[in-house]
């Protein structure tokens, strides 16, 4: 059994002022900003010290086998980057804490998600469906998509992790027409918005959407 922290009337209060905060960094889509108006991030970090930085726009934290949930401005940037529409398949890389994945599942996603760490994906998806999002959990490195969902395609690919380059592998499993949003760099990453207008590498036109910070998307499972 899962113990869910309550929505204490405090936390809705930050809530509202964390979603005026993205308002005016520049978050314009309703979709996202309803869905993060909506889902309390306390039950998302087991930390309950962390309290005062729940909802802190700038605050990335720690969760389970060093890995961190990203911060409210992150997950409202990427999701924006995303151009999700209800009903789309969407694949995430890198579960984590499960927060982003609700997020998804919020604005109509049908939404794939792979993590690598055995114990947080475990856990996540104990936790995602207890609260009743049907997204469907995958533990792997997803670097050639989902093993598990051979041929499937979807119309979103968000990586939440850094990956080296362009995962090609990932890319053949995104439809044609459809967008994904990845930071990718060694030293420095960059937030990429890629379009895939052909299966051809000149064919994936690719946008700079500026500097990104994220733990790196690692190879194989982690037990
Ligand atoms: N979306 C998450 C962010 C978690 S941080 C959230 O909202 O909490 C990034 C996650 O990516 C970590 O949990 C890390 O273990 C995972 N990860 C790193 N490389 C990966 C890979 N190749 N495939 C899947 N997950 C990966």
Redesign the pocket.
Known sequence: MIHLSPDLPKYQAWRRRMVEQLRERGIRDEAVLKAMGKLPRNW?CSDTLLDSFLYDIDMAIA?D?E????KPYT?AWQSQLLSLSPMMSVL??????????AILCEMGGRVYT????HA?FRKTKELLASLNYHAKCFL????NGVPEMADFTYDRILV??GAPEIPSGLMQVLKIGGIMVIPVGLEEQRMLRIYKEGEKVSQWRVEDHGDAK??????GKNF
């Open positions: 998302f969760i086998c890995q961190t949930i990203s997950v995430e890389v890198g579960t984590g804490s499960g927060y982003q994945t792979v993590e690598r760490q947080l792997g490195d997803s670097f939440t992790c994220f733990v790196p998307m690692l190879q």
